[in-house]
């Protein structure tokens, strides 16, 4: 079993910035990719943004230059910087691990923090 913790999600101006991070916990564990979604009030949960054990992202196009993710493998943590945010961008943020345990492919979501932009 694989738990993850989310922080640093908050209330910010337009144009503002947050950082989320995300900490997994358990043991026997190796997690691969590490994802960011959010979901909206009356929408449906959408992928943010992906990035793999060695590094590789992807983004959103709504999120592209303005978000950016990054892990660290040591912590087991993974990271999501906002910058010039918006309205928009409001929503409950979720931490999705894909992990190895005992040579299965699991999959685990946190709690979510929820990011509110004011414009």
């Known amino acids: 079993q694989v738990h993850l913790v989310e922080s640093g999600g908050g209330e910010v101006q337009a144009g503002g910035s947050l950082r989320l991070s995300c900490v997994a916990s358990g043991s026997n564990f190796r997690l691969e990719v590490m994802a960011w979604f959010r979901q909206a009030p009356g929408n449906q949960r959408e992928l943010v943004t992906t990035i793999t054990r060695t590094g590789i992202t992807n983004y959103a196009d709504s999120v592209k230059g303005r978000f950016t993710i990054s892990r660290d493998n040591t912590r087991n943590t993974v990271y999501l910087q906002m910058n010039s945010l918006k309205h928009e961008d409001t929503a409950v943020y979720y931490c999705?691990?894909?992990?190895?345990?005992?040579?299965?492919?699991?999959?685990?979501w946190g709690q979510g923090t929820q990011v509110t932009v004011c414009s």
């Open positions: 999705n691990v894909d992990a190895l345990l005992s040579g299965k492919r699991r999959h685990y």
